[in-house]
């Protein structure tokens, strides 16, 4: 039973990729947070720094309800964590990117608040049109933006994986939020960059429309990642919408979850920051 949100199915899956030995990537896929968090620093450092954001995301499902507030200090805590991991013996420190969505009320409705820190994204799906709904704090979008660098160009440069911002590793630690309106039919892909790394947003859009079920959806894309080379760790959730309950209507709705193995906002996007 989920009090007061909105009832979501979902699925995620991690992989540690064709290349790489260790998975750096930790996935929370427990309601009211989906976020995958791509870890920095090897093994011993970046494995770790993602599994502190996720051990302390979960927390939230003891409330069985997100809270931008609550959200906020779980996150400022695992950056607190994080930086006290200290890794002398490591040739980079400790960090991990984070991005993903938590359910939440707002004034009695339910929102996704979307939170994104480094080059892993979240996008939505709706009405059959996908949209990235965060931005990569990472130097080639820096270069993107400045118009000294095309999109496609910037798939393939070499300084892609270099991100600006994360928890930890020495780097700005403010990550951004945003809120959006839950609507039914909202389809959300939340994955770390060894997916977008290897397969572009048309194919992804292209697979999410294909299988309704999310855990059919999320092994497409994990298998078109892999197929592609597999060069780094990757990690997909996908979450559906199925209602989105008005203030009044019942105080809990049943939640279908399939679990499986496991910058800046868009200004372009409908919603406001918290």
């Given at each position: 039973m989920v009090p007061s949100g909105a009832a979501v199915v979902s699925a995620a899956i991690t992989s540690a990729g064709k290349v790489r030995r260790v998975?750096?990537?930790?996935?929370?896929?427990?309601?009211?947070?989906?976020?995958?968090?791509?870890?920095?620093?090897?093994?011993?450092?970046?494995?770790?720094?993602?599994?502190?954001?996720?051990?302390?995301?979960?927390?939230?499902?003891?409330?069985?309800?997100?809270?931008?507030?609550?959200?906020?200090?779980?996150?400022?805590?695992?950056?607190?964590?994080?930086?006290?991991?200290?890794?002398?013996?490591?040739?980079?420190?400790?960090?991990?990117?984070?991005?993903?969505?938590?359910?939440?009320?707002?004034?009695?409705?339910?929102?996704?608040?979307?939170?994104?820190?480094?080059?892993?994204?979240?996008?939505?799906?709706?009405?059959?049109?996908?949209?990235?709904?965060?931005?990569?704090?990472?130097?080639?979008?820096?270069?993107?933006?400045?118009?000294?660098?095309?999109?496609?160009?910037?798939?393939?440069?070499?300084?892609?994986?270099?991100?600006?911002?994360?928890?930890?590793a020495g780097a700005d630690g403010v990550p951004d939020y945003w809120l959006l309106p839950i609507e039914q039919g909202d389809r959300i892909l939340v994955c770390s960059d060894g997916l977008t790394s290897e397969v572009s947003d048309t194919r992804i859009a292209a697979a999410l429309a294909a299988h309704a079920d999310p855990q059919r959806a999320a092994g497409t894309l994990m298998a078109a990642a892999l197929a592609a080379g597999g060069r780094d760790n990757i990690s997909v959730i996908v979450v559906d919408a199925l209602v989105a309950p008005t203030s009044g209507e019942a105080d809990t709705v049943e939640s279908a979850q399939d679990l499986a193995p496991a910058t800046r906002p868009n200004p372009a996007a409908k919603g406001h920051r918290p």
């Open positions: 998975n750096e990537d930790s996935v929370i896929e427990r309601y009211p947070a989906f976020v995958v968090a791509d870890g920095m620093g090897g093994h011993d450092a970046g494995d770790v720094a993602s599994g502190i954001v996720t051990e302390e995301l979960a927390a939230l499902e003891l409330t069985g309800q997100g809270d931008v507030a609550a959200v906020k200090r779980r996150l400022a805590a695992a950056a607190h964590r994080i930086e006290r991991l200290g890794s002398p013996g490591h040739k980079q420190a400790a960090g991990t990117t984070v991005s993903g969505v938590v359910v939440v009320m707002q004034n009695g409705e339910p929102y996704w608040l979307v939170v994104n820190l480094g080059d892993s994204r979240t996008y939505r799906m709706a009405r059959g049109a996908l949209e990235q709904l965060s931005v990569d704090h990472s130097e080639v979008q820096e270069l993107v933006d400045l118009g000294r660098l095309s999109p496609a160009a910037a798939r393939h440069h070499p300084r892609r994986n270099v991100v600006t911002r994360a928890l930890g």
